[in-house]
Structures are given as structure tokens and as C-alpha cells.
């Protein structure tokens, strides 16, 4: 057993919100108990004990859209890469990469991406990955390297027409092999969906083909209405908007995420709802690829069950609940907006959708839960309280303040310190793969 004490507890469980100093004891892969640190430790004295040091105990985070590969971007400087709007975005850099990646590549940026996130605290990683130059075992590669870090993941590979039948036959197959995989496993660390990139990229007999190599308990994870062009493309070329579209062809359901949903309207909000579809936000992405702020206040306020994701563009939940928050005050020009919204994004809504696939409960410190655990390194100098969380979190922490991470009731980093990790040797080994990408790339 192990116990985590000596801090201050959010435990994200409705009944029992906040303890000032508070413990919770692990046993195997989950929680077992919570309570005060004087109680806990009195009762348990053989568990091995985990100093938080009067810091934060929390839930590990969770990211739902995520993409690991964009770990081999950071810096890179591609030749006569000079985009006018978010197509040039797509096909001079994103598909760009994923068109020379190798299978050691899309390794390596797995590792890196997979120790950043237990370094920010992020215990649950949901990856939508691409990488046309190499489509097979692509999956297999990324799901073994969380298995060597110890990160529970969920992953797809991006379905698309972009570059032929043949890629996309073959990523069709990537996913659909992989999701029978992670059906046979059983320590609930691995899951799968059907990934697709977006629909402006996907012909209707890609779209069956999709169907037809999905199980009835598994959904898709597809960028939706990301680009003004993404819908202009739908109406032009299909006569309809795209989650109709998607409605049509059978792909919206409550295993589904649609990602980013920035140009939908009332009635595609009602589908989404109506099917119980998943929706997550990216709002770095969105600003950083001047694609727009989408509606997400509204899709919030409908009951559709929203989530927070990065989509590679950074691996630090904290940052990207910290431009949310601003996004949409900024864009609704309202200063009360988003203020409740994006946190039950970030600690319920992605809670909700990853429960949609993983059989331990995730998101909350209370028994039976899965043991994700992060402590944060924060001595609040205003008192904090169960009604005052949130506002902490926001303005007072970043994925930089974790110090202590655990999952699946196994600790991976304590005190900064990453265990049975070597890092000096990931990042050098990164970092020569980055190198081979560019020259590539660039000739």
C-alpha cells in the first residue's frame, strides 16, 4: 500500500470536495480510501508513505485530443513554408511531417510527449496520431512506449483520401487491428477508436469502409468543422454541413469525440446532442492556426458533453484551461463568461468522455477510482476552500508545479524526479530522430 498525505486534497468527489490536510492510500491499481492525514496514517502505518509537503493532492488530468507526433515540430523550420490560411497550415507543415515519419520517429516523439505528460501531471492521454510515411504497426509503436512510461492511453490513426487509396486502406486497417488488440488486453491502460482526420478528406466510401471495420462498442475520434474550408468543401461537394454529413453516414454517437466543432451551427448543435456526441475544445490551436473561436460556451450550455484537449500544442492541461478562460471572455466580450465552464470541461467533461472508454473510474481521489495522482508544489497565499478551487488552479498553478505524479497506483515521479526513466538519454535519442526528420523534410 501506499499512502499520499500531508496536503491538501481536491478530491473532484462531489460529496467530499476539499479536505485541509488529507491523505489517500493506494493498494494495487486503485484507490482505496481517503481521509485526514492524522486518521489515515494512525490506521495504515505499513504503507509506504508519500510526503505531498502540504502542496495539492489531485486527480491525475486528463487530455482529450491530443497529438504526440507535433512533438517532432517544436522548432522545426521547413523550406518555403509560408502559409496563407489554415490549408497551407495542414499541407505545408502537418502533413508535411507525417509524410516522412518513420516508425523509430513516431516512437521517439511518443516517449518525449509521454514523459512530458507525467512531468505536467497528465495521467490519461487520448492521441490522435498521422504518419502517411509509416502507417503500419504506427499504433502498436506509440501503445508500447505508454506501456514502458506507464500512461494509460486511448489512440487512433487519422483516416484520410489525402494520399490515396492505398494509405488509406492501410490506416483503415491500422485502427481496426489495433482496436481488436486493446479488446484483449486487460489491465485497462490501452484503449482504441477509429481515427479520422476530417470530412473534407474522407469520401463516403472511406466513411463505410470506416464503419464496417468498427466494432458496435467503439466510436470515432474526427476534427470537426476545424476550418471555414472543412465546411465550405462539405456543401460544395456533398450538399450538406458537416455534421450532417456525419450524421448521415452513421459516425455521431456517445463513443464519438468530434474535435474542435468551430463552424457549427444551432441545428448541427442539436444533432450533436440528440446523439449524445462528444465535443472537445482546443483553444490554443484554434487561436494559433487563426481558425477561429468556436461556440463553445453554447455547445457547453446545450448539455453536450464537453471536453479540453491541447491538440499537440502543448502537453500542460493548466495552460490550456488558462487560454480558454480568456478565449471566450475575450470573444464574447463578457468578463463573467467561461469562468465555471472550462474547468468542468478540463476536470468533469474530460473525466466523462474517458469513462466512456476505460473501465476504472477516472477523474475523482475516492475509492474504487483508478490510482492517478498528481501533488502540486502550491502554498496558497489566500485561503482555499471547497468553493474557491478552481480559481486557485487558474491562477495559480501550471503543468511546472506537479511534482509528484502516479498512475494506475504506480508513482513515476516524485519530487520532480522522474523513476526508472532516462531522460538525458529520451531526449538525446529524440532529438537525433528530429534531426533525420528535418533533413528530410528539407533535403
Known amino acids: 500500500m501506499i499512502l499520499i498525505g500531508n496536503g491538501r486534497v481536491i478530491t473532484r468527489d462531489k460529496d467530499r470536495p476539499f479536505l485541509e490536510n488529507g491523505a489517500v492510500l493506494v493498494e494495487g491499481t486503485k484507490i482505496v480510501a481517503v481521509g485526514t492525514t492524522e486518521e489515515m496514517r494512525e490506521k495504515y502505518p505499513e504503507a509506504d508513505w508519500v510526503d505531498a509537503k502540504g502542496g495539492l493532492i489531485m486527480p491525475g488530468l486528463i487530455n482529450t485530443h491530443n497529438h504526440i507526433y507535433s512533438a517532432m515540430a517544436r522548432g522545426l523550420s521547413i523550406n518555403n513554408y509560408n502559409p496563407k490560411g489554415f490549408l497551407d497550415i495542414l499541407d505545408g507543415l502537418w502533413w508535411t511531417i507525417d509524410r516522412h515519419l518513420t516508425t523509430e520517429q513516431t ?88 481515427g479520422m482526420h476530417a470530412a473534407f478528406t474522407i469520401s463516403d466510401k472511406t466513411f463505410a469502409l470506416c464503419r464496417e471495420q468498427t466494432p458496435a462498442n467503439v466510436g470515432y475520434h474526427i476534427h470537426v468543422a476545424e476550418g471555414i474550408e472543412d465546411l465550405h468543401s462539405n456543401l460544395k461537394n456533398h450538399g450538406k454541413r458537416i455534421v450532417n454529413r456525419l450524421m448521415d453516414q452513421g459516425i455521431l454517437g456517445p463513443k464519438t469525440i468530434a474535435a474542435h466543432c468551430i463552424y457549427v451551427n444551432s441545428q448541427e448543435m442539436e444533432l450533436l446532442k440528440e446523439t449524445d456526441t462528444m465535443v472537445v475544445h482546443n483553444p490554443e490551436s484554434n487561436m494559433g492556426n487563426a481558425c477561429g473561436c468556436p461556440p463553445t460556451m453554447e455547445i457547453y450550455h446545450r448539455g453536450i458533453l464537453t471536453g479540453l484537449g491541447t491538440d499537440g500544442y502543448t502537453n500542460d492541461m493548466f495552460e490550456s484551461y488558462k487560454v480558454a478562460n480568456i478565449l471566450h471572455k475575450h470573444s464574447l466580450c463578457d468578463a463573467n463568461a467561461a469562468w465555471g465552464e472550462v474547468p468542468a470541461m478540463l476536470f468533469e467533461g474530460n473525466a466523462q ?50 511534482v509528484t505524479t502516479m498512475i494506475n497506483g504506480k508513482v513515476l515521479m516524485k519530487d520532480r524526479e522522474l523513476l526508472g526513466i532516462d531522460e538525458a538519454k529520451a531526449m538525446a535519442d529524440c532529438r537525433e530522430q528530429a534531426q533525420k526528420l528535418a533533413k528530410s523534410i528539407n533535403g
Do not use: W
Open 353 to 402: 468522455i474517458a469513462n466512456r472508454y476505460f473501465d476504472t473510474p477516472l477523474g475523482a481521489l475516492k475509492e474504487g477510482y483508478a490510482a492517478d495522482v498528481v501533488v502540486a508544489d502550491y502554498d496558497p497565499l489566500t485561503p482555499l476552500t471547497a468553493d474557491n478551487i478552481n480559481g486557485h488552479l487558474l491562477f495559480g498553478l501550471n503543468g511546472c508545479k506537479i
Open 107 to 194: 516512437k521517439q516523439s511518443a516517449i518525449a510527449t509521454y514523459i512530458d505528460c507525467i512531468k505536467n501531471g497528465v495521467t490519461t492521454v487520448f492521441d490522435h496520431h498521422a504518419s502517411f510515411g509509416s502507417i503500419e504497426n504506427s499504433l502498436f509503436t506509440i501503445a508500447e512506449a505508454a506501456k514502458d512510461l506507464g500512461v494509460r492511453t486511448c489512440l487512433c490513426y487519422e483516416v484520410s483520401d489525402r494520399d490515396g487509396e492505398e494509405k488509406m486502406r492501410a490506416s483503415v486497417k491500422e485502427n481496426a487491428d489495433f482496436i481488436h488488440y486493446t479488446a484483449k488486453q486487460t489491465d485497462d491502460m490501452v484503449k482504441g477508436m477509429m
